[in-house]
């Protein structure tokens, strides 16, 4: 039997809500279910990485909790090791950086896009900076952007129907919205080809510095110092969207690692075996969290059968909330920090001061993220987002 396809299809099918125990919850662990698990804490580490973690929006290693579940072995499970407003650099590079070209997206098959291909409607270097508007923590403000943003998308898990008619005529392609709420997949560095499910190491784009970081620092952190970040998938998903049970295989070297990292909407992962006739353990996901497949279950049957709609009164989670963002940057620049995006003490980063708070002083790259987080917000208030990070050549 297809057990693997019998859970997913049950758990595709729910109201997304779960009896005690259907899903691990690793944020929520009963004492009385503890014992399946392996717990354990980071060694505490050297200055200097944390101040790298710092600066990627991480907790020092010490701080993160890492699960293991004794029937994936090789799998870990580590609940948002980010810093609270540290998620939100990594969301805006999914939505505005990685999709621009020379990166590939699915969209490609279907429409020519101009200029550097920016499906973001906006343009972040022409927003006004926080010495020009006033931020507001009003959450009235909040819903009146996602009032304003494009109906949410039906379910477009077959993008070739939806952009089968989209001329390849640049000036007849629909408007940015449009395209962004058919954006599927993105691929970094090597990239994928689905229909041969090979890498063709001829095609290729310069893998992202910023992620290339991040996920070394995850994993050398995770005891995997030698992993090599070569190609990426970024996932986009709405709240009607699945990931089918599939094993990842077309790497050269299997004993490395896969790291994925989830933003947005919470969702449940299915983790099996290596057939479909192992009986899948439901895992929920939360904006943050971030899994590891190592050593057997690194070729386990996976997928995705669900994004759970948001708690009514919160669409998005609270540590991707626009207060949020705002008391990290405080913090972040009055400790002297430099953030990924943050241009605070070189010539082209003009430093203004917020006009909210004449003790803070952010510099315009900093302060146009805070100021177009609503915009964010609206987009996640519907969507989940998963990097997922894999090592594609033997070293």
């Not at 996602?146 to 379910?155: L, Y």
């Not at 449940?268 to 057939?275: A, D, N, P, S, Y």
Request: proline share 7%.
């Amino acid at each position: 039997d297809d057990l693997f396809k019998e859970e997913f299809k049950r758990f595709r099918n729910s109201r997304g809500e779960f009896a005690a125990g259907e899903v691990i919850d690793f944020e929520n662990v009963e004492p009385s279910g503890a014992s399946q698990f392996g717990v354990s804490n980071m060694p505490t580490p050297p200055l200097s990485a944390c101040k790298t973690a710092q600066r990627l929006g991480l907790l020092p290693a010490d701080k993160w909790i890492v699960f293991s579940l004794a029937t994936a072995p090789g799998l870990y499970v580590i609940p948002n090791p980010f810093r609270a407003g540290g998620q939100h650099h990594w969301v805006k590079q999914c939505l505005v950086t990685y999709p621009c070209k020379p990166n590939v997206c699915n969209l490609d098959a279907h429409v020519v896009r101009a200029g550097d291909g920016r499906l973001w409607p906006r343009d972040l270097n022409n927003l006004p900076s926080a010495a020009e508007v006033l931020v507001s923590r009003d959450p009235k403000d909040m819903s009146e952007v996602s009032k304003n943003v494009s109906e949410v998308p039906k379910d477009v898990s077959d993008v070739s129907k939806d952009a089968s008619e989209v001329s390849k005529d640049v000036s007849k392609m629909p408007n940015h919205s449009d395209l962004l709420h058919k954006l599927h997949w993105v691929t970094l560095g090597y990239h994928y080809d689905w229909t041969a499910k090979v890498y063709h190491k001829e095609h290729r784009s310069p893998f992202p510095e910023d992620m290339a970081e991040l996920s070394t620092f995850i994993l050398g952190a995770a005891g995997f110092p030698n992993f090599v970040p070569e190609a990426a998938i970024v996932n986009y998903y709405n709240l009607g969207s699945t990931l089918s049970g599939h094993t990842d295989h077309s790497e050269e070297d299997l004993s490395c690692p896969l790291l994925s990292i989830s933003f947005g909407q919470s969702a449940v992962f299915l983790i099996g075996g290596g057939t479909k006739q192992v009986r899948p353990k439901a895992i929920l996901l939360r904006s943050g969290d971030v899994v590891i497949m190592s050593g057997a279950s690194r070729l386990a049957y996976h997928g995705v059968p669900k994004i759970l709609p948001p708690h009514k009164g919160m669409e998005t989670p609270h540590c991707l909330s626009q207060d949020t963002l705002q008391t990290y940057l405080e913090g972040a620049h009055s400790e002297g920090a430099r953030l990924p995006w943050c241009l605070c003490g070189k010539a082209q980063g003009t430093v203004v001061a917020d006009s909210e708070s004449a003790n803070t002083v952010q510099c315009l790259s900093c302060s146009r993220l805070l100021n177009s987080w609503p915009e964010f917000a609206a987009y996640l208030s519907y969507s989940r987002i998963n990097v997922n990070i894999r090592q594609v050549v033997s070293h």
